[in-house]
């Protein structure tokens, strides 16, 4: 006598690979672009270049 598969786990298995995928894909399509996440922080950080620098002789 064969025994029976597990009935209970391969449905949340499914379920959890389904949902994970899902929200891959909906963070793919809904994300903003790199480009402009950097262009907003390079924006509020002040670089200073070493020739601005007052150093003491």
Avoid: C, W
Wanted: no cysteine; glycine share 4%; charged share 25%.
């Amino acid at each position: 006598m064969q025994k029976q598969p597990n009935r209970f786990i391969a449905p949340i298995v499914i379920a959890g690979i389904t949902v994970g995928f899902l929200v891959s894909a909906y963070k793919f399509v809904f994300a903003k672009p790199k480009d402009e996440a950097t262009k907003h922080k390079s924006e509020d950080m002040q670089v200073i270049a070493p020739d601005q620098i007052d150093a003491a002789p």
